[in-house]
């Protein structure tokens, strides 16, 4: 888990401007409409909805802005089609890249892809270079300085999480896609905070990064995520802690 759940410990500790904001809320509405379109307006019976709504709260979007999203999905207001797409590639040091996106022109979202890669590294691969060296999984990110750990443990675990670890400040939930919600419900229910939670391609092995490669692949996915065609970019890279603190400078 050391490339996504380290990246998202970076994101976090870095100063959030209105621009990021404003690009952030485009992908949140995008994936709302996607979703409602897949399976309704309804999130009480639409999970895949219900966890874009979250995620739109998490970044204070207003609701009219999330409701308009779900009604251009179920076809109650006239919007974009957009196409639910993956690429896969190589960065510096061979870290494995695996980004899902949305896009309502492909020809356009694979060439600044391509163009994001070769200026900073790395390649862009063929379909499944990469994704079998990922897992699907939900990931729960919690605050580990406002829970005691082995406490935490035993609550995740009770719930049906498959594995809990730690990386610098958080806990790192990790559950099949089956329960992620179930997981989700049951720590709220015992007063748990979720910093946030998603449905990840979490890594099954890691690639060690040295200093040099470590920043280079961190600018990489950063120019990637920057796209507003891209959804969200995964990677298997570790990274020692001092170079991650320097990078988080």
């Known amino acids: 888990m050391a490339g996504h759940s380290k ?5 976090r500790k870095k100063a959030v401007t209105d621009s990021k904001r404003a690009s952030s809320w485009t992908k949140v509405i995008r994936e709302i409409t996607v979703a409602a379109r897949a399976g309704g307006g ?7 909805l219900r966890t874009a709504i979250d995620a739109a709260r998490a970044v204070n979007m207003p609701h009219e802005n999330i409701d308009r999203g779900i009604k251009k999905g179920t076809g109650e207001l006239e919007g974009s089609l957009y196409e639910e797409l993956t690429y896969e590639g190589y960065g510096p040091g061979g870290a494995a890249v695996f980004i899902e996106a949305t896009t309502d022109n492909p020809n356009r979202t694979v060439a600044e892809i391509r163009h994001g890669f070769s200026r900073n590294g ?14 699907r999984k939900g ?13 935490t443990l035993e609550l995740a675990l009770e719930t ?48 060690k990064l040295e200093k040099s490669d470590a920043e280079k692949i961190l600018k990489l996915i ?14 298997n890279f570790d990274i020692d802690a001092a170079d991650l603190a320097e990078a988080e400078a």
Not at 7 to 11: A, E, L, N, V
Request: aromatic share 8%; no cysteine.
């Open 7 to 11: 990246w998202k410990q970076i994101k």
């Open 42 to 48: 309804d999130p009480g019976g639409n999970p895949r």
């Open 122 to 135: 790395g390649n862009l691969g063929a379909t499944n270079s990469v994704a079998w060296m990922f897992d």
């Open 139 to 151: 990931q729960i990110l919690l605050d580990a300085n406002q829970y005691d750990e082995d406490k």
């Open 160 to 207: 049906g999480a498959e594995d809990f670890g730690r990386e610098g400040d958080q806990y790192v939930v990790t559950t099949s896609p089956n329960d992620f919600h179930a997981v989700q419900d049951a720590l709220r229910a015992k007063g748990i905070v979720l910093e946030s939670a998603e449905l990840a391609m979490v890594p099954k092995n890691t690639v």
């Open 222 to 235: 950063e120019v990637l995520e920057d796209l507003d065609d891209v959804s969200k970019v995964f990677s």
